[in-house]
């Protein structure tokens, strides 16, 4: 069975630029999550999407979005960087079968310039 | 609000001994219970949960951990230390009835041959 994988693996953007970043939940499991891991700051919740609609997002500004799509794949947007946008980005799923316990992609690593 | 500490922020162990990471959690009600494990550049990987019934836990790669209400903890343990155990690990909770993760600052596990 495939884990989840995101893309791109790194991805380089000036400040003032949007980022995109995806993610491919492990087959089954409808919804996915997105968690920021920055230096100093742990890892913290950003996002939780189920079949297609947001249910829930974290403590951060409305420059961080998102969708899922009909196929539940899911996609992080970053608007207007900011240099501590600088942080990986982690993307997860999970399924009802198992309690909602989450499995982690290998995430993406932001670097704003 | 919830919230996970781990009070450690390394342990270092020789190979071979067993090992402890401790979690303590604050949460309403009766969370839910995870350990997972980080190697470098890398995502995270289950270890292991807790969600009801036997206080002992027991997950991949020989690790275990103990819940225990009346302390609020949920401390990792493996009986021998492997010198590829040394890596991030990193307790969570989920409270009832959210799904976002909320998790420890993470505890680096250093395994001296």
């Known amino acids: 069975e495939a884990g989840v994988t995101q893309s791109p693996t790194h991805l380089i953007k000036p400040s003032g630029q949007q980022a995109t970043l995806r993610c491919s939940p492990i087959?089954?499991?409808?919804?996915v999550y997105w968690y920021q891991q920055a230096l100093g700051l742990g890892l913290q919740f950003l996002l939780w999407?189920?079949?297609?609609?947001?249910?829930n997002r974290g403590n951060f500004p409305p420059r961080f979005s998102g969708r899922q799509f009909p196929n539940y794949s899911s996609e992080l947007n970053v608007n207007a960087l900011e240099l501590e946008d600088s942080a990986l980005y982690l993307c997860?799923?999970?399924?009802?079968?198992?309690?909602?316990?989450?499995?982690f992609g290998p995430g993406t690593r932001l670097t704003v310039t | 609000a919830q919230s996970v500490a781990q009070p450690e922020d390394q342990v270092n162990v020789a190979e071979g001994n067993p090992l402890t990471v401790k979690c303590t959690y604050s949460?309403?009600?009766?969370?839910?219970l995870f350990w997972y494990v980080q190697y470098p550049n890398r995502g995270l990987q289950f270890l292991l949960k807790?969600?009801?019934?036997?206080?002992l836990v027991k997950g991949s790669y020989g690790f275990e951990a103990e819940f225990n209400k009346s302390q609020t903890s949920f401390h990792l343990k493996k009986p021998s230390a492997l010198v590829s155990d040394s890596a991030l690990y990193f307790c969570?909770?989920?409270?009832?009835?959210?799904?976002?993760?909320?998790f420890g600052s993470g505890t680096r596990l250093q395994v001296q041959p």
């Open positions: 997860a799923s999970s399924s009802a079968e198992t309690y909602y316990e989450q499995y």
């Open positions: 087959s089954g499991h409808t919804s």
């Open positions: 999407y189920d079949e297609g609609e947001e249910r």
């Open positions: 949460v309403s009600g009766n969370p839910y």
């Open positions: 807790y969600i009801t019934g036997d206080n």
């Open positions: 969570a909770v989920r409270p009832p009835g959210r799904r976002a993760l909320t």
